[in-house]
């Protein structure tokens, strides 16, 4: 159906459109209206002009000639568009539409304003001409091509109509001439609407002659403009002013629509809101705001906040304290007195919140407000507020905003933050240093939570206990709260140079050659020949291996006969012992092949950090795994992930500390941010070379979910292992396992005791992830605990890679990161009683306290004696000097 329509108009004024092929068929004749003067794009001439429908809209539409704009993807071919059709619109008379099967239509569009997600519906847009001429068919072909939903209009009444009824996001009104309407009229008439503030209007102008000069645009703009469009009738021009308005202000106006919602939620909030601008100016209050505090909201829009009346109640310096915080753009929560316009004083709990606009500056600052009932008017008003929603619900449920008993985790009775004691002021000014602290603290963290309880402890204490107490949050501020503090560095070099080399971060500045260790870190596979299955080990390895189950067990004789591989054999075993290849559902030749590509990872020229030590830390695990209370705590799951971590959790080890590496710059340090590098690492690389061949990838068959799981309890025990955490790890294991089960056995032992602690640490993940940290951090360090024969020469090993440090250091000029460790003047001894005392006889009490574990203790105890029956002797080696010439 390509050919024109012909027109007919009966004498009563009836216009009926027929297309040409279809002349011969009156059924097929549509009635389209009652006589118009112009029908967009149909000139017709009838008596009946009366009756002309004011609004068209249109969907779709013959192709204008191709001369009017250059051919497009989207547009149609001509006589593409349907038949036409009788219908209604905007509720003022008849309407002309075209179906829509020439008509491509655009997509919702996907929008995001801050954290909401929207979906925009294609763009409206209503023309509002008098007489249809070529720029009216600009615009119409313009939103034809680019997928819009267009209305045209006539009159200032039919436009405002239709309006009202589509609520357009684009109205193009007609400005060239004021002789059919007046353009501003109808512009004033539609802003004056509510729907309009969304709204982008666009005045069509007439064109400037070369000899006259640019007017301004503020007329329009004062009358309600946003825009103007000097006359243009190309199609393409049309098109390009409408998407860029759609882009632009269209999509902007869509978002500021889209913030109702916020407002709306923000009205139903049961929590006090209050915006101010940046210079405290209250721009906004929700309705709980004005029922706690007993205002209107017309009292309070365009106030500061210093007109309003204070509370005498809190500190005289809280208010310049809280300003300190917040203009640093950080966010401020703590208790507060304020004071309702009737006078009365309540506490509240708040929160501050800067919020950054334009030019990256503060421009509004949030508080949430929500009481806290302690004090009489407190309690009063929750009464009342209660009251008040019992009477409108019918109902005995409370107002969720003024419960006395609130279900969030709030800190205790904080009414101490700002003294309420009459008695005391001088104490009150001189505890202000703390209570500052405090308000910059996070309210819901159990750290606030103590501090605000020491916090309410001072209020009616004597001057002495309250300084005291002072001093006590002093220390809670600190970051360090679970390392302890070491004397002066001349008390004790040795014990300071090790627990510095081993705890900090290694962030010392450089001086002299900032020479970068740098190391190899390519993938290794090995060739070495290993046993079929464990049944095929040769008999002097088996031989070896029968006495691996007892703590007693000689690593190093496991060394010599396997040629410094001492981790398959070993790793055979004991994986088999745990049924970790079932467990993992892999053949015991992809065991084989992962352990031997993971013992092949670690640097056999380290003294220390081998593939002996890894045995010798899978070795310990195995053991600890095998103890009753472990046992017993444990799913098989953290068994074998425990016994996996153990495995890789030095590989590829340089042979130099996490210090050496970060004065170094190396390049394992860059990669992981001077945190945690050498950890992070074994991880990573055991994982990538688990993963590369499917020979060795042992997680190749479990499920998503279980190697997940795995994976994340790996990754957690080898971190556990990096010292900086060590008195964390040491006392969170003390204060969650140690001491409830000390209070369950004491429990035990006591008539009518109360004590309920029989919690399986099964049932407590948390405790299960202490459990397991505390487990492959004292196998990792258990040299101090193994027979006299075997620490002395794990000793003497950690000592000689120090020492190696030591020396590169001095020769690439960086920070010696352990000085004592110089091996021409070094005592080994004292280093050992060092570390026995700083790191190993608290955590393996508390080790042995849950596992049970007399022989280590003994064999500690033992080896103790003996480090310090040479420091006593003033020998510096590993041995007496009688058991060297020996």
């Not at 013959?62 to 250059?70: A, R």
């Not at 996490?658 to 050498?678: I, K, P, R």
């Amino acid at each position: 159906m390509g050919c024109a329509p012909s027109i007919h108009v009966s004498q009563s004024g009836v216009i009926y459109c027929r297309d040409s092929d279809e002349s011969n068929s009156p059924h097929q004749t549509t009635t389209i209206s009652q006589g118009t003067s112009t029908l967009h794009g149909l000139f017709i001439k009838t008596d009946a002009a009366d009756s002309i429908p004011s609004v068209l809209s249109y969907q779709g539409r013959q192709t204008p000639p191709p001369s009017s704009f250059p051919r497009h993807k989207d547009c149609r071919e001509p006589g593409a568009s349907g038949r036409t059709r009788a219908s209604r619109c905007c509720g003022v008379g008849a309407e002309t539409q075209t179906s829509n099967a020439g008509v491509q239509q655009a997509s919702a569009t996907e929008i995001q304003i801050g954290p909401m997600r929207l979906t925009q519906d294609p763009i409206q847009v209503l023309l509002i001409f008098a007489k249809e001429d070529s720029q009216s068919d600009g615009f119409w072909w313009a939103c034809d091509r680019a997928g819009y939903r267009c209305n045209i209009a006539r009159t200032p009444e039919s436009a405002l109509g239709c309006f009202l009824d589509k609520h357009q996001e684009i109205i193009v009104i007609d400005h060239r001439s004021s002789r059919y309407f007046d353009a501003e009229d109808i512009c004033r008439s539609i802003r004056a609407t509510k729907p309009s503030e969304h709204t982008v209007i666009l005045a069509v102008v007439p064109p400037i002659s070369a000899d006259q000069e640019e007017t301004s645009v503020l007329p329009l703009l004062n009358a309600g403009f946003d825009r103007q469009f000097m006359e243009n009738s190309n199609v393409t021009a049309c098109y390009n002013e409408l998407v860029q308005i759609e882009r632009g202000e269209a999509r902007s106006q869509f978002k500021l629509r889209a913030c109702n919602a916020v407002f709306t939620a923000l009205d139903h909030c049961q929590e006090a809101v209050e915006i101010t601008s940046e210079d405290h100016v209250i721009q906004y209050v929700n309705p709980a705001f004005e029922e706690m505090m007993g205002y209107e909201k017309g009292e309070l829009i365009g106030k500061e906040l210093t007109e309003l009346t204070k509370s005498d109640k809190n500190n005289v310096d809280l208010l310049d304290t809280i300003n300190a915080i917040i203009k640093k753009g950080k966010e401020w929560q703590g208790v507060y007195y304020a004071r309702r316009k009737s006078g009365d004083s309540i506490q509240q709990h708040v929160k501050i919140t800067p919020v950054i606009g334009q030019g990256g500056k503060i421009r509004h600052f949030v508080s949430l407000k929500r009481l806290h009932c302690t004090n009489e008017n407190n309690k009063q008003l929750c009464q009342s507020h209660h009251d008040e929603k019992h009477t409108e619900d019918g109902s005995q449920s409370e107002s969720h905003s003024f419960k006395c008993k609130t279900r969030r985790k709030d800190s205790a009775d904080v009414k101490s933050i700002t003294s309420q004691s009459s008695d005391a002021p001088s104490l009150q000014t001189r505890r202000y240093s703390s209570v500052a602290r405090i308000h910059s603290m996070t309210i819901e963290a159990p750290i606030t939570k103590v501090i605000n309880i020491i916090n309410a402890a001072q209020e009616n204490s004597p001057i002495t206990v309250a300084e005291a107490l002072d001093r006590v949050l002093e220390i809670l501020r600190t970051a360090e709260l679970y390392s302890p503090q070491l004397g002066a560095k001349d008390e004790d070099p040795h014990t300071n140079d090790l627990v510095g080399g081993l705890m900090n971060d290694g962030l010392r500045r450089l001086s002299g050659n900032e020479s970068a260790f740098s190391k190899n870190t390519n993938l290794i596979q090995s060739h070495l020949s290993v046993p079929n299955s464990i049944n095929d080990v040769p008999p002097c390895i088996a031989q070896v291996l029968d006495n691996e189950e007892s703590w007693d067990f000689n690593i190093f004789e496991l060394e010599a006969v396997t040629n410094k591989r001492p981790l398959v054999y070993l790793g055979l075993k004991v994986f088999a012992r745990f049924g970790v290849s079932e467990f993992l559902n892999c053949s015991e030749a992809t065991l084989r092949a992962w352990l031997q590509v993971i013992e092949a990872n670690y640097h056999s020229s380290n003294s220390y950090h081998n593939s002996t030590h890894a045995a010798d830390v899978l070795h310990a695990t195995a053991f600890f795994l095998g103890k009753e209370r472990v046992k017993g705590s444990l799913d098989h799951l953290d068994e074998v992930a425990a016994l996996i971590a153990a495995t890789i959790h030095d590989v590829d080890h340089p042979g130099r500390t996490n210090s050496f590496l970060c004065n170094a710059g190396s390049e394992l340090a860059v990669l992981y941010n001077d945190t945690a590098v050498l950890e992070s690492h074994h991880t990573a690389l055991a994982f990538q070379l688990t993963t590369k061949d499917s020979k060795c990838n042992i997680f190749k068959n479990i499920d998503r979910n279980h190697y997940r799981s795995l994976r994340q309890a790996i990754i957690d025990m080898v971190l556990a292992t990096e010292m900086t955490k060590h008195f964390e790890h040491v006392n969170k294991f003390v204060n969650s396992i140690n001491k409830p089960m000390a209070s369950e056995d004491t429990g035990s032992h006591t008539e009518g005791s109360d004590c309920e602690y029989t919690a399986n640490p099964k049932n407590f993940p948390d405790n299960q992830t202490l459990i397991k940290r505390m487990m492959i951090k004292c196998a990792d360090v258990a040299n101090p605990c193994r027979p006299l024969e075997l620490c002395v020469e794990w000793a003497g090993r950690i000592s000689e890679e120090y020492f190696a440090q030591t020396d590169e250091e001095k020769r690439q000029g960086l920070p010696v990161v352990m000085p004592v460790f110089d091996r021409n003047s070094c005592s080994i001894p004292k280093s050992q009683i060092s570390f026995i005392d700083y790191f190993i006889t608290d955590m393996f009490d508390a080790w042995d306290a849950f596992a049970h574990l007399p022989v280590l203790m003994q064999h500690l105890a033992n080896n103790y004696k003996h480090w310090k029956t040479l420091d006593e002797l003033k020998c510096k080696s590993v041995r007496l000097p009688t058991e060297n010439n020996n």
